[in-house]
């Protein structure tokens, strides 16, 4: 097996947007242009772009969730989309997403116990105690109680709510885990809380994270590969420390001087 | 110094529950020229605080104890007739999110002339020239007066946002995290422009962020807001190089740095509470 867990090759993504008067005309718009990366075993790969750069579309892309226009992705070495449907499914409890919105993401007509364990039941894992015992035990590690199996999410903050989402993710034991703009809902305090959080588990469940963020701040902390996009390119890749020190592109070096805070030294 | 807008001991409680206190004894003075910070996380009352000054909270919370004085004027004692004057004319207000703040089905020029025709009668050719000044003024080519908000993006609607608000060439302007919804470049430019839009016209500015970027780069002082009430306060240097109250030293402990150099370090509640030095 290679070092490199996750890999993308010429990823390809259009959208047709209307345009023109009343939306008559239509134009392509490139998403994702010939993007690829790598991920390598147990380390966390940021992109990082402004809004519209494609790098959600690129998140779902990767875990097959929308289909592409070109290109493939490689998991431990296997092409994805040449996986008959069967065998996708049983992959997928490897590649796992944690969402931005925790307000959106978890069912509210779900108790927070059967959130987490659906996983469990989807992929057919051990028998009615053992999916409790896994769902409790993973709960109680992401930092809620055990009497929260039986609330709801609108009973959590959203701190808590994205404890959730990061429980029923990891409940899977996943390899690779898409992490799409998790802290940028969250107060700075709570982003740290969950910041470390993911870091510990990725410690200690040796987890590849794909971490998309529009906050150089956060990705300079996470992560140690970094991917800059920019108009659905990649125009930017290298390790965190010198892509951050020397930046080769000019679209990169305008995002490090756009960091707030810069002005003046803090504590 | 010349305090432009005084706080002094604002108490806000919802109608039903005058006991529970939203914001608390806040007191703070805002000068000419200089731009104020209030900092603090969500529920802390800071964007309470600056509805209330403007008159528009929400009829289910009451002030029910403190002063709000503008020009050594109670704004509480105001009429509704009378607060209108002010309202666009000596303050100007900037919300955060630049989509559901404009009205989608009337051009950004009309939105921009409206105070103008309000508080200064403005009419014709005069109108459209103060418009197309404005539009310049804050980055947006004055051609762009018949265009409709949804065919501008996030950064130029914040910008059309603050030409309205600067058109009466207000004396203090209330910025309520108004950079929060947007890109980081862009939100540099915006933040530029409203430090240049202030020291140019001297306005006074109260800028409400939870982002302590933001404070390092635009703020004079500084407010720290925790619970409703005001923990810290003074000068950008004091409060960000040597602050003094826990909670203001363990908020600045978990804003991630630029080098990454620093470790990042939760707010641990509990030992706020035990903690807790009066305020």
Known sequence: MSEFILKARDLNKFYMQRTGRFGFGTTQVKALDNVSLKLRHATTLAVVGESGSGKSTLARCLLQLQPL????????????????????????????????????????????????????????????????????????????????????????????????????????????????????ALDVSIQAQILLLLKELQHEMSLSYIFISHDLRVVRHIADEIAVMHQGKIVETGCIQEVYESPKQEYTRNLLRAIPGQKRQMV | MSELLKIKELTICPANAPSRKLVSNVS??????????????????????????????????????????????????????????????????IFQEPMTSLNPVLTIGFQIGEPLTVHLGLKGHALKS??????????????????????????????VMIAMSIACEPLMLIADEPTTALDVTVQAQILTLLDNLKTSMNMGMLLITHDFGVVADVADDVVVMFRGEVVEAGTVDQVLNSPSHPYTKALLACVPDAEGKKPLKPIDYAWLKSERVPV
């Open chain 1, 69 to 184: 226009d070109g290109g493939s992705v490689f998991f431990q070495g296997r092409d994805l989309a040449d996986l008959p449907a069967g065998e996708l499914r049983r992959q997928r409890r490897h590649l796992q997403m944690i969402f931005q919105d925790p307000f959106a993401s978890l069912n509210p007509r779900m108790k927070v116990g059967e959130i987490v364990e659906e996983g469990l039941l989807i992929h057919g894992l051990g028998n009615k105690d053992e999916r409790l015992d896994k769902s409790l035990k993973m709960l109680v590690r992401v930092g809620l109680a055990e009497s929260d199996m039986n609330k709801y999410p609108h009973e959590f903050s959203g701190g808590q709510r994205q404890r959730i989402g990061i429980a029923r993710a990891l409940v899977l034991e996943p390899k690779v885990v898409v992490c799409d703009e998790p802290v940028s």
């Open chain 2, 28 to 93: 703070f003075a805002i000068e000419a020229g200089k731009t104020t910070c209030v900092v603090g996380e969500s529920g802390s009352g800071k964007s309470l605080t600056a509805l209330s000054v403007m008159g528009l909270l929400s009829h289910q919370l009451v002030r029910t104890n403190g002063h709000v004085l503008f020009q050594g004027q109670d704004l509480a004692n105001l009429s509704a007739e009378e607060m209108r004057k002010i309202r666009g004319r000596k303050i100007g207000m």
């Open chain 2, 130 to 159: 103060k418009v197309a000044l404005l539009l310049e003024q804050v980055g947006i080519p004055a051609h762009r007066a018949n265009s409709y908000p949804d065919e501008l993006s996030g950064g130029q609607r914040q910008r």
